[in-house]
């Protein structure tokens, strides 16, 4: 803590960063001014990471470096290929057999335009790869989930232990008896026991000796076998929260169809069958009074009854036999009911005549009512055969849909549910209906519904004069009342049977509205089911995508009250007129039921006796795509005679009138209350409407409104919109060139047409938006067409650029705001993107030649102009960072005080003479490459020509936009030219339309720029060539521009800058595929200088960083990343001090392959020449590096931002395809070698995965060395010692614990971000090339590399398997995100990020229902979030999880594995070896310590292995604390359950116990070691198996024995007394567990166990004393005092072999007064090690105090147990060294204590005596 900020940083000379501090004082000193930016990494100046470097020129260095030059895999590495770009022209999917088009031959242009926007083909233009990126595809999931399936299934010691625990216990029980029956406490048992045990598999090769080249070069093999190539497919998915780059391909654009209900008519039947029945159905929306679809007619009758008509209808076409239909609802409410109205044949009497034997009569009293009914029928068929043209109303019902939705349930309840139970609930069922009803109309669904089988059986009768729409609205609304008026009229009685249920999705045999075969119908003979028109109750908007053109017409009453005469039945004919002949009568009325399809004529329902009927007649009509204004619709009224009369006809013309359809190029659609003449219309009467007075004619009711009538269109020729319609009239006067035209009042001539079509265009943002979008192709197809071909009058060029821009910027804008449920996460409109992504295409017709102008001009080289340039450039082009357009006069341009210079040296740098290009001024003027005006002898001074420029602005307002065309008449335009100069000049509300739908214009500037690469055959063309340079000009003002405005913007409006910031991202992304790479690299640069401009001032930097890796995020995620970073190129220093990408010469010679390279260590750091030549790469690791600085500003979730945006990039190159290879890999991996410096530094942020213990901060004193200034860190001195190989200063509690991973400070990276870093970090050292990292390694430090192999023990930490348990309740904190983590996140943000607030309050405020693109937080309604509950996964979905965990887990480690290696490798050579092998030994058994696959675990051994082999001094001269956590880690998977580990640990084992003795010609060290550590195993390990561990002691003596080298020497016998010690040991130590009730087996077990333990002294004495307190506990002092003597004669015997005095005991000798037996402890065996050793006689008992100690307790035992003598042999001992040390309270204590023992020995002795001396006198 107490190290400053210079020393915190380990690598600060190695990466050449400044810290944060430094930088911060640099730029408050330096930026902004003109110096700064000609700063350049020279030599000895590094630039800071906050400064972005000059990229490298791309093109040149392409060009230099041909992909030819290089053969095999990486030559795709080295340039984008040829056939990047990809234009599809996809076949439009026509829905039906036939095509919808329009019957006539010659069509008017807008007929014809509207057939070419539904019927040309899609026009994609897409990049060939673009698949492979991450914008489309959420990396591959499928794809990833397909590998995993395949992934072998790794065996873990763990997951075999939990499921054999129960074997084993029973296993244990049958084994313990049989060792019951073997002799007690013999050697022959163990013996035996061993010699009966199998052997594990030998591994082939262990005792043959190698090289340890061949060795490493095996091991390396061998380890690469079988490798999962892809680390980052099992490891989850990059969080989809912060794929901000992700962007769907939009959906085909297609005709709106909402939630979709069939029904099918089934049957109808009355109680009487008399005569025919018609039926019609159609849905009502009571609460909009809207009739929401057109009429469906149904024919339900006999034959027989059909018959009756016969004479009426010539033929039946089968479409008017269809009894099913299908009905569209687009706003599903609890209002819309399906009415169905019934008509009978004309018969004299009112409706309540009619209805009246319906109501009163059964059939089943026919025989009552015989003669009635013969009656009835009779007139029935006069009736049909004299009036059966003619309908009259019968009767009605409804059907409410919510209670069919309701009754019948979801499609998920259950199918047990009967008729009978849904009709007991009906009631309680309506009620909860519209109890979730209330709560919102979005909730009602019509798609999941269980299909119904409704039977109605009471209608109502019609009623004369209640037959409007009104009415109905009215009744049905009364339908809904408990108490309903309908429900006590009497009905009329009948069985309709109707089926209703969801549609599917493609139904069979279905019509169109139009009556076309809708796909699939197979068989034309099927009866048809009809697709009803719907008429949404509320806007719907959806583009029309086919033609349509369809007139409905709804006669609706008719006032014939002042009408003299018989008029009383009156009938309406209506009639489509192409004419005023009745000849001209067209047949496009559709016909009803069982009639033909067509018919010239309809007719409405009659009234009997009513001359002011009311009518609820719907006449459709299939009018003709082309109208004149002849066509009309003609009214005809009749007086139908209903009785057969003498010379009174059936029909008597009673009025006329009529509706001119077409009125100054409209269609005249809407309500109209017309006059009726009582004569037929004069001649050319139909150019008239009927409102005019014609001379002559008589009318009804003196020329009133008496016939009221509405007339809709269902067309997507027609727009029925005034604004739409003026627009779309002035654009065809003017393609046409037919001046003049009368436009209503205006005669619109050449002119006024300019100023008419301007101020058209302006309005339009006055027509109804629905319309707007309806014909949003057309209209947006012709403003293009506007700007790209600008219309010529009278030899004049007329330019309509500006007002068409922004005309659609307006609308663009309007969409959106309008529409704002229909948007992606970026805020882009569907409708828009799916225009712009199939539909938009460049013109490519030519605008047909005005009279008088020759077609010579079309006939020469189209050369592309934009004419409007020379008067209309501002000088400012709104560059400046401090000023803007002002947005209060338009007309004014604000002139910076200061040229924007960063734009200066991106349009004037790049190697291109722009001298030409006079726009330059207005970017700079005075700059290197500027021009004052485009006069060459122009001598203003510079001042005024700024002030000049100043004026453009003004200049290009006022111009008139006629130019003159010397050379030709017309012009042509190229769209994205057009759009870039009209966006940058534009002012005040369309600069701020098009600011918000950015997306949307350079969307279209990207395939306008992609569409004319293609038509123009300029794909080959070098880039630099492809585009003029004042085009290139204009992006470069526009991106500074809009930089700008993020810069300045972001705390105000949030939203819109987050969409402009990836609008902008976006199309420098698209852009890298079509321009100059290194001029959109330039582009990156002024963004970025931009932000940092700001980010020094602003409150809230946090929310610039977060856009500024957002927009990284989005550029780089472009397919050809790789191929953008230059991978195959080799790092150089710059040749000159300020190297200039526009430097031909100073470019070729930085980066030419002959240049002298640095070094490789320039590859692993974030230099200038690496941020140069790897320029995107060399941005995003700088932008990581600078958020994980430790005493930066780096909020939490700009730490999550940055690493997902690398892990993002990461996990694209593992699925890519293109990337297999592995060569390739390595060249990717190089771009990402810095990540391993930037980890290094982290480590002390990092989540800290080897602490289980409660999160807390971990504190830790740092002490860092002066001399050094790398020794800078947070390591503990304790394990940087360790690590380096040194003593610990203090000893250990447990001698067989792991040294913990470096101490860190309180960790400032999550669990979720360290894990998803530390991938990302391993994903590098797979891939990236081994040699490479071993001349990395060469150049660290000793304090570097051990810091790596810190960050290596934690990766193995991290990723350790867990098992299948712990999958089921994994830890939520790093592996879910939890319901409170996402509280967390939001509270945080909008804690500390002021600009957010907003953002996250809106989050939280919107309907789940409602905008699902753009929840940002809800993460329970995202489609990822299934994937991390717990809740719902199968047993075969977690067992799939385990095997991915379990091969990540592997995986891991073997990169550990692979990495150590390098490290070994490279140190070995180096002077660092002593320093660094420790702890490379130290990871090693920190892997092998943890849950390991079988897998790793082999390759792992054969690593330790060769380890040993190389360096046995590490273990056997230097650290005891090594040697012993090997011994114990062997020994732990010698117990393994599985064969092969244990095979390979056995391997290992024997072959440490092999170099221990060929070393030593013994093996004492690792004996000891092993005794220790199988001690340890037995009594700490809860799943230890005794009998594994037998095969594994069987194997090392099958290897001892067959060791051919070794037979010779003492080395077998050793082994074998180790191993069967070792067996004897462990077979008692499992007995001693199960005699814990039996005291005499428990204490010669625990003496057999400590004989076992004679060469290791600590765990001896340990026994020992256990022996003693065992004894102590039943009462056996003597046992226990002797236990004690000899525990102190071990202890005096180690003491004598370390110093040499003379008042202790000369070892165990001293002690054979006492015991005979104490000589045992003598260490005089050949494999005895001294003392000096470390870790050896390590206890407290192995010193003199511990020796005093056991000796009084001997002396105390032997006392309590009466044997006084031998407390005198004891002191004998003790006083000498009493007397050594003058303790003289000691002595006195002890002689007090010898006197009372004699005392007792003498009264004991004198008592004997008396006892036996009268014994003795008897005898005698």
């Known amino acids: 803590m107490a190290a400053s900020a210079s020393e915190r940083r380990a690598f600060a000379h190695k990466i050449n960063r400044t810290v944060a501090a430094e930088v911060r004082k640099q730029v408050s000193r330096e930026y902004g001014s003109p110096q700064m930016s000609k700063k350049r990494p020279g030599a000895h100046q590094p630039v800071p990471l906050t400064e972005v470097v000059e990229p490298v020129d791309f093109e040149e260095y392409v060009s230099n470096h041909p992909p030819g030059a290089e053969q095999g895999p990486l030559r795709q590495l080295l340039d984008f290929p040829p056939d990047d770009l990809e234009l599809v022209l996809q076949e439009r999917e026509c829905p039906t057999l036939e095509a919808a088009l329009p019957e006539e031959e010659t069509l008017d242009p807008r007929v014809r335009d509207a057939l070419g926007v539904y019927t040309d083909d899609w026009l994609i233009i897409q990049r060939k790869h673009q698949r492979y990126s991450t914008t489309h595809a959420a990396h591959y999931s499928e794809q990833k989930k397909e590998k995993q399936r395949g992934l072998v299934k790794q065996t873990f010691e763990l997951d075999e232990a939990d499921e054999g625990r129960q074997d084993d216990q029973d296993e244990v029980k049958r084994r313990s008896v049989c060792l019951d029956d073997t002799p007690r406490g013999s050697w022959a048992s163990s013996i035996f026991d061993l010699k009966n045990s199998s052997p594990d598999a030998l591994l082939p090769s262990v005792l043959e000796r190698a090289a340890s080249e061949d060795m490493d070069r095996r091991n390396a093999d061998a380890r690469q076998q079988g490798r999962h190539p892809d680390l980052l497919g099992l490891f989850p998915a990059p969080d989809e929260d912060e794929a901000v780059e992700r962007c769907s391909i939009p959906e085909i654009p297609k005709e709106h169809v909402g939630q979709r209900i069939m029904v099918k008519c089934l049957s109808l039947k009355f109680e009487i069958d008399i005569e025919p029945i018609f039926g019609t159905l159609a849905l009502y929306d009571v609460k909009e009074k809207k009739k929401i679809s057109e009429n469906f007619h149904f024919d339900l009758n006999s034959d027989q009854m059909k018959s009756l008509l016969r004479p009426h209808i010539p033929h039946t076409a089968i479409s008017t036999l269809a009894r099913s239909a299908i009905f ?41 009512h015989k003669e009635k009914l013969e009656k009835l029928r009779s007139q029935a068929e006069q009736a049909c055969s004299r009036l059966g043209r003619f309908r009259m109303p019968f009767a009605w019902t409804a059907i409410h849909l919510l209670n069919i939705v309701s009754s019948m349930g979801g499609l998920e309840r259950s199918d047990s549910d009967s008729d009978t139970e849904r009709k007991a609930t009906w009631n309680e069922r309506k009620k909860k209906g519209f109890e979730r009803m209330s709560v919102g109309d979005d909730v009602c669904s019509f798609t999941t519904f269980r299909p119904a089988t409704l039977t109605v059986t009471n209608f109502f009768k019609q009623e004369g004069d209640r037959l409007s729409d009104e009415d109905l609205y009215k009744f049905l609304a009364d339908m809904r009342r408990p108490s309903s008026v309908l429900r006590r009229l009497r009905p009329v009685t009948a069985q309709l049977k109707i089926d209703i249920s969801p549609a599917p999705e493609s139904p069979h045999y279905c019509l169109s509205p139009e009556l076309l075969h809708v796909k699939p119908y197979p068989d034309l003979r099927v009866r048809p089911t009809k697709d009803v028109l719907e008429f949404p109750a509320r806007y719907v908007y959806t583009p029309h995508t086919r033609y349509r053109n369809l007139l409905y017409v709804y006669p609706q009453s008719l006032n014939f009250s002042s009408r003299q005469g018989s008029v009383r039945n009156i009938a309406v004919k209506v009639q489509f007129m192409a004419g005023e002949d009745p000849s001209q009568a067209m047949p496009v009325i559709f016909g009803k039921s069982s009639c033909p399809e067509f018919y010239k004529e309809a007719y409405t329902p009659i009234i009997y006796h009513n001359k002011s009927p009311e009518f609820y007649e719907e006449v459709k009509m299939k009018i003709p795509a082309s109208l004149t204004d002849n066509h009309h619709l003609l009214f005809t009224f009749y007086h139908i005679s209903c009785q057969p009369k003498q010379n009174t006809a059936l029909e008597t013309p009673v009025g006329y009138t009529w509706i001119p359809l077409m009125q100054h190029g409209r269609l005249r659609t809407g309500s109209f209350s017309l006059p009726v003449s009582v004569e037929k219309p004069p001649p050319s009467y139909s150019v008239l409407t009927p409102d005019v007075q014609l001379p002559g004619m008589k009318w009804v009711d003196n020329h009133k409104g008496v016939f009221n009538v509405e007339v809709t269109a269902a067309s997507s020729v027609h727009t029925q919109d005034p604004h739409l319609d003026k627009f779309f009239t002035l654009v065809y006067v003017l393609e046409e060139y037919s001046f003049p035209f009368r436009l209503k009042d205006v005669i619109i001539t050449e002119a006024n047409v300019e100023a008419e079509l301007k101020a058209s265009m302006a309005a339009l943002k006055g027509a109804l938006l629905d319309t707007c979008v309806r014909f949003l192709h057309q209209l947006l197809s012709k403003l293009i067409l506007l700007i790209v071909h600008p219309p010529v009058i009278a030899g004049q060029i007329v330019n309509l650029g500006r007002a068409a821009f922004e005309a659609m910027a307006l609308l663009v804008n309007q969409i959106h705001k309008n529409l704002d449920g229909n948007q992606d996460q970026h805020g882009r409109n569907n409708l828009l993107a799916s225009y712009i992504f199939y539909c938009f295409h460049l013109p490519s017709n030519e605008p047909t030649s005005p009279p008088g102008v020759g077609n010579t001009a079309y006939e020469m080289p189209i050369q592309y102009a934009t004419l409007s340039r020379a008067t209309g450039r501002p000088s400012s082009l709104n560059l400046s960072r401090s000023k803007s357009i002002s947005n209060s006069n338009p007309d004014l341009a604000t002139t910076p005080a200061s040229p924007d210079e960063e734009v200066q040296r991106i349009i004037g740098n790049k190697g291109i003479d722009r001298s030409h290009s006079w726009v330059n001024s207005a970017y700079a003027p005075g700059g290197s490459r500027a021009v004052l005006r485009r006069n060459p002898n122009s001598s203003c001074e510079l001042k005024q020509a700024f002030e000049r420029c100043s004026n453009r602005m003004s200049a290009f307002l006022e111009s008139s936009s006629f130019y003159s065309a010397p050379t030709r008449q017309t012009a042509k335009k190229l769209l994205h ?294 020794n800078s860190s947070t390591i503990s001195q304790s394990v940087a010692m360790a690590i380096a190989g040194s003593p610990l200063p203090h000893s250990k509690a447990n001698p067989f614990a792991l040294p913990t991973v470096a101490g860190r400070q309180g960790s400032t990276l999550s669990a979720e971000c360290s894990r998803t870093l530390l991938v990302c970090f391993l994903w590098v050292l797979k891939n990236a090339d081994a040699a490479l990292l071993e001349r990395y390694v060469s150049d660290l430090s000793v304090l570097q590399i051990n810091r790596l192999l810190d960050l290596l023990h934690l990766c193995v930490s991290c990723f350790e398997y867990k098992g299948k348990k712990a999958l089921e309740r994994i830890n939520s904190l790093t592996f879910k995100k939890s319901q409170d983590m996402k509280a967390r996140l939001e509270e945080a943000i909008l804690g500390t990020i002021g600009a957010r607030q907003e953002m996250v309050r809106r989050c939280r405020e919107r309907s789940p229902y409602g905008n699902q693109e753009n929840v940002r937080w809800r993460k329970n309604v995202t489609h990822w979030r299934q994937n991390t509950d717990r809740v719902d996964k199968s047993k075969a979905e977690v067992e799939q999880e385990s095997v991915v965990d379990g091969n990540l887990a592997t995986e891991v480690s073997l990169i550990v594995l692979d990495t150590l290696e390098v490290i070994v490798k490279t140190v070995v050579v180096s002077e660092l070896k002593e320093s660094v092998l420790g702890g490379v030994l130290r990871v090693l058994l920190h892997s092998m310590a943890g849950n390991q696959s079988a897998l790793f675990l082999q390759h792992c051994f054969a690593t330790q292995r060769a380890l040993v082999f190389k360096f046995p001094e590490m273990l056997f001269e230097e650290d005891t604390e090594l040697c012993a956590d090997l011994c114990l880690r062997l020994l732990r998977h010698c117990s393994s359950r599985v064969a092969s580990v244990r095979s390979h640990a056995s391997a290992s084992l024997y072959l440490l116990m092999r170099q221990n003795f060929e070393i030593g010609n013994n093996f004492a060290r690792v004996k000891m070691q092993v005794t220790m550590s199988l001690s340890s195993l037995v009594g700490m390990s809860q799943n230890f198996n005794e009998e594994h561990l037998r095969h594994s002691l069987k194997t090392i003596l099958t290897y001892a024995e067959d060791d051919l080298e070794l037979r010779d020497s003492p080395f077998p016998e050793q082994v074998q007394d180790l191993v069967f010690n070792l067996h004897m040991i462990l077979t008692d130590t499992v007995k001693m567990k199960e005699h814990q009730q039996d005291p005499e087996m428990l204490i010669d077990l625990m003496y057999r166990i400590a004989k076992g333990y004679q060469n290791s002294p600590d765990l001896r004495l340990t026994w020992l004393q256990n022996m003693a307190g065992k004894h102590s506990e039943r009462g056996n002092h003597a046992e226990a005092a002797h236990c004690l003597v000899h525990s102190a004669a071990l202890v005096a015997e180690y003491l004598n072999m370390l110093e040499d005095c003379r008042y202790l005991p000369i070892g165990c000798v001293s002690f054979q007064s006492i015991s005979s037996n104490v000589l045992e402890e003598s260490a005089v065996s050949d494999d005895i090690l001294s003392p000096e050793e470390e870790g050896i006689c390590a206890g407290k008992y192995f010193s003199e105090s511990g020796l005093v100690g056991l000796l009084e307790q001997a002396a105390a035992s032997f006392n309590m147990a009466g044997m006084y003598e031998a407390i005198n042999e004891v002191y004998k001992i003790l006083l000498p060294i009493h007397e050594a040390n003058r303790d003289f309270k000691k002595l006195a204590t002890v002689h007090g204590k010898l006197q009372d023992a004699f005392n007792k020995v003498y009264n004991q002795s004198s008592g004997w005596e008396r006892d036996m001396n009268p014994l003795l006198l008897n005898s005698s």
């Open 328 to 368: 569209s609802i687009t706003y599903p409410s609890a209002d819309i009911f399906l009415v169905i109205k019934l008509e009978k044949v004309l018969q004299q009497g009112d409706i309540g005549d009619c209805c009246e034997p319906y109501m009163v009569m059964k059939e089943s009293d026919s025989t009552k």
């Open 977 to 1270: 030219e057009e759009l870039a100069l009209q966006w940058v000049v534009s002012t005040s509300t369309v600069r701020e339309a098009a600011l918000h739908q950015a997306w949307f214009f350079f969307q279209l500037m990207v395939k306008s720029m992609s569409h004319h690469l293609f038509l123009s055959s300029r794909l080959d063309v070098p880039r630099r060539q492809r585009f003029p340079d004042r085009f290139v000009d204009d992006i470069a003002a526009l991106v500074c521009a809009i930089s700008a405005d993020i810069a300045s913007r972001y705390h105000k409006d949030v939203e819109l800058v987050e969409r402009l910031n990836s609008s902008l991202a976006f199309f420098l992304n698209d852009l890298l595929s079509l321009i100059d790479r290194g001029f959109v690299f330039n582009l990156i640069r002024s963004y970025y200088k931009q932000i940092s401009n700001k980010l020094h001032t602003a409150q809230n930097p946090s929310a610039l960083t977060a856009l500024r890796i957002d927009f990284l995020r989005i550029v780089c995620s472009h397919e050809q990343y790789v191929t953008l970073n230059l991978p195959c190129s080799t790092l150089s220093p710059p040749a000159s001090p300020s190297p200039s990408t526009s430097s031909t010469t100073s470019q070729s010679s930085a980066f030419s392959c002959q240049a002298q390279d640095q070094g490789v260590q320039s590859m692993f750091e974030l230099s200038a020449p690496f941020r140069q030549q790897h320029f995107l790469s060399g941005l995003l690791l700088s932008e990581l590096s600078l958020i994980l600085e430790p005493d930066g500003e780096g909020l939490f979730f700009l730490h999550k931002k940055a690493i997902s945006a690398l892990h993002s990039l990461m996990c694209s190159h593992d699925a890519d395809p293109r990337h297999i290879d592995s060569q390739v890999r390595s060249h990717i991996a190089q771009l990402y070698l810095p990540l391993i410096p930037v980890v290094m530094e982290t480590l002390c942020q990092l989540h800290d995965f080897t602490d289980t213990s409660p999160p807390r901060a971990r504190h830790v004193s740092t002490l860092a060395d002066d001399g050094d200034p790398d």
